[in-house]
């Protein structure tokens, strides 16, 4: 790391103590909210001035943010990774155990 | 439900069942249990138990959405009962950052549309490792709400706990996701 980027880190966390204003430590309580649209208006604005004076965050975020879209997206068909079919011999032991167990209780 | 076409006591209705709802209700197994034999003995247990109690299916819900949800607590039993991994910290794969509470964050480049990035088959294989290698309390949770798709107060209800620490764990499960996909923006060696 550079002295520069050094200096810059503390004057952020300088800025972090002032009112109205987080720490990239406090930011990130509110990640989670902020994506489920659960932020208080108050903390939205709060988190999004964070936002604008802290790139380490905005790429954070960003990279958390495909994280979760590339596991939403990935057992989509046609590209999942599990396939999804239905072995004929495994049709046949599920039927095959229902008839030996009609009665199974609760 | 005994005079109906649709008996569910009725092996036909069962095949059925099986036929047009078992491939994806495989999938969900397997992507729970990682494990063949495992996702086949919970699938084979969810329909014997919805084709015995199918007179709790009550109609509120679609009859594959109530199913479902038979093949995920069959295959919360399973993990439950297997305990494999034994492993269930995220050590060095959650946030950094440094004593003034700044973060400390790699530089990386995401300039590719989504829709690009998953058709590389590398990347599609990284990402479902990934999410493998997560201990399972983080690894369940992010399945059933983010790929599974259950609302947090569902997962919070299957998993028989409350919401505060469902979201405490997906929010750590996706943050420690990020951390083992970053090799796949950094450019570095995954
Ligand atoms: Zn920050």
């Known amino acids: 790391m550079n002295p520069d980027r050094g200096v810059l880190r503390k004057l952020k966390g ?40 802290c790139t380490d965050c905005k790429r954070y975020l960003a990279a958390y943010k495909r994280s979760v879209e590339l596991g939403q997206n990935l057992f989509k068909e046609p590209n999942s990774p599990v396939p999804d079919d239905m072995p004929e011999d495994l049709v046949q032991a599920i039927l095959a155990a229902k008839e030996s167990e009609p009665e199974l209780g609760p | 439900m005994d005079d109906t076409e649709n008996n569910p006591r009725d092996s036909t209705a069962l095949e059925q069942a099986i036929r047009e709802h078992g491939p994806a209700m495989l999938a969900v197994a397997r992507r729970l249990l990682r494990n063949e034999e495992d996702a086949r003995e919970c699938v084979q247990d969810a329909y014997l138990r919805a084709f015995t109690k199918s007179d709790q299916f009550d109609g509120r819900s679609t009859f594959r959405t109530w199913l479902h949800r038979i093949v995920v607590n069959s295959a919360l039993g399973l993990l439950r009962k297997r305990k494999r991994s034994a492993v269930q910290t995220l050590d060095g794969l959650l946030p950094e950052f440094d004593a003034n509470g700044c973060r400390i964050e790699p530089m990386w480049q995401i300039d590719e549309p989504l829709e690009k990035v998953l058709e590389n088959r590398l990347v599609r294989d990284t990402v479902h490792q990934s999410i493998d290698k997560l201990p399972d309390i983080y690894r369940i949770v992010l399945l059933l709400r983010d790929i599974e798709g259950y609302s947090t107060e569902e997962v919070a209800q299957l998993l028989d706990t409350n919401v505060a620490v469902v979201k405490t764990r997906l929010h750590r499960a996706r943050a ?6 970053e090799p796949l923006w950094t450019g570095g060696e995954i």
């Open chain 1, 14 to 53: 300088l800025l972090g103590k002032m009112p109205m204003m987080l720490t990239c430590q406090e930011f990130e309580d509110f990640v989670l909210d902020y994506f489920e649209g659960t932020l208080t208006a108050k903390e939205n604005a709060i988190f999004k001035m964070h936002l604008l004076v």
């Open chain 2, 176 to 181: 420690a996701l990020k951390r083992l996909l």
